[in-house]
Structures are given as structure tokens and as C-alpha cells.
Antibody, heavy 121, light 110 residues
Framework: EVQLVESGGGVVRPGGSLRLSCAVYGFTFVDYAMSWVRQGPGKGLEWVSGIDWNGGSRRYADSVKGRFTISRDNAKNSLYLQMNTLRAEDTALYYC??????????????WGKGTTVTVSS | QSVLTQPPSVSAAPGQNVTMSCSGSSSNIAKNYVSWYQQLPGTAPKLLIYDNNNRPSGIPDRFSGSKSGTSATLGITGLQTGDEADYYCGTWDTSLGARVFGGGTKLTVL
């Protein structure tokens, strides 16, 4: 079964750091680009970052550029999001999502259940 | 403020048909494929339509997508109470170099 399982969320103070992980199961990880998408409380979807199949292309939303870093380990079938200098407005449910093809530009066809990040003093 | 504009809400009775719009610009919808996602309450988003008008396997043909110029439309026929959800459009924005979503449309089936 194709599955994405996020972990690493929690409560952190403003200015702090967290590292999210996404373990993937049931498909050939290296064949697909991956993304992180977040949803603030009561808000819509916001794309955060994406990475192509081999990590050669990485893109970020302006709201996180310079603070967040996306990476992947194809040997471990895992996607990561290093989040630094966290702000209250980063509070959200963070979804890991598979991009339908090897490149970043396409739809997201498989989604995890999400991991919650709360930034609060 | 989302890059793509969707109406905040639409409503219709069971059995009726509904359409919802997604308006963008020359740097996003006009140049790239549009996808649509359904988010039932308390659940993760689910892909409904990809590449403007294609349905993944398992999505009923009651759902359809179309694109013209800088706008896209999601259509749902034969509404069911189980279709009550938030619907989001998404595409790549070539100028921003980023994926963008609409603000979402809440569908109420009266």
C-alpha cells in the first residue's frame, strides 16, 4: 500500500528549530518528486517546499525561504524538512505529499496524514 | 491573499450539479496544468483532477475539470451529501517558481 507517514512535529518556542520527517512506503521513492504542504488552523492549503527526484532542484515558498531546508535520502525512502527560526505564523499541520512525476511542477497524488507544528512562547 | 482566486463557498441540493471556479494569471494557470483537491472535514487532501481534466483511478466521473485561458473550473454532477468538503485548485506559478493554491471553496450540499 502506498503510504506517507510524517513525524517530528511538536511545540517549539519562537526562534526555535524542528526537523520533520516523512517515511514513504509502497512505491519507488526515487521515481518521484516530493513536497511539503501546510495548513494553518482554520486556513487553506499553503505549499511550503518541493524537491525533485534526486535533490537537484529544490524550491521554497517566499514565506519560508532562507529558514527552511528540504532534503531527501533515497536510500532511506525518506523526506525531510529542517525548519529554523520558527515564527508563530509557521503554526500548522504539515503534510508530506508525493508529486505525480519526477519533476516538481506537477500535481500531488498521495498525501500523508500530517504532523502538527505549534510555535508558541 | 492566495495567488489563485476561488469563491469562498457554493451550495446546492442533493442531485443537482455545481461548478466552482479558479482564477489565475498568465504566469500560472495559463502556462501550467491545473489540479483539484478535495478535503473532507478532518482529513488530508485528496487528488480529484490532474492535468486540467484527468481523473485518478477511483474518482467517479461525476467530477470533471476544464481550463480556459487563465481560469479553471471543477464540475460535480449528481451531488451527494458525502461531497460536502473544501475544494482547492492548484498549479505551478512560473514567475514565482513555486506551487500555488487557491484559497479553497467550501461546498455545502443542502
Amino acid at each position: 500500500e502506498v503510504q506517507l507517514v510524517e513525524s517530528g512535529g511538536g511545540v517549539v518556542r519562537p526562534g526555535g528549530s524542528l526537523r520533520l520527517s516523512c517515511a514513504v512506503y509502497g512505491f519507488t521513492f526515487v521515481d518521484y518528486a516530493m513536497s511539503w504542504v501546510r495548513q494553518g488552523p482554520g486556513k487553506g492549503l499553503e505549499w511550503v517546499s518541493g524537491i525533485d527526484w534526486n535533490g537537484g532542484s529544490r524550491r521554497y515558498a517566499d514565506s519560508v525561504k532562507g529558514r527552511f531546508t528540504i532534503s531527501r535520502d533515497n536510500a532511506k525512502n525518506s523526506l525531510y524538512l529542517q525548519m529554523n527560526t520558527l515564527r508563530a505564523e509557521d503554526t500548522a499541520l504539515y503534510y508530506c505529499a508525493r508529486v505525480g512525476r519526477y519533476d516538481l511542477f506537477y500535481y500531488m497524488d498521495v498525501w500523508g496524514k500530517g504532523t502538527t507544528v505549534t510555535v508558541s512562547s | 491573499q492566495s495567488v489563485l482566486t476561488q469563491p469562498p463557498s457554493v451550495s446546492a441540493a442533493p442531485g443537482q450539479n455545481v461548478t466552482m471556479s479558479c482564477s489565475g494569471s498568465s504566469s500560472n494557470i495559463a502556462k501550467n496544468y491545473v489540479s483539484w483537491y478535495q478535503q473532507l472535514p478532518g482529513t488530508a487532501p485528496k487528488l480529484l483532477i490532474y492535468d486540467n481534466n484527468n481523473r485518478p483511478s477511483g474518482i467517479p466521473d461525476r467530477f470533471s475539470g476544464s481550463k480556459s485561458g487563465t481560469s479553471a473550473t471543477l464540475g460535480i454532477t449528481g451531488l451527494q451529501t458525502g461531497d460536502e468538503a473544501d475544494y482547492y485548485c492548484g498549479t505551478w506559478d512560473t514567475s514565482l517558481g513555486a506551487r500555488v493554491f487557491g484559497g479553497g471553496t467550501k461546498l455545502t450540499v443542502l
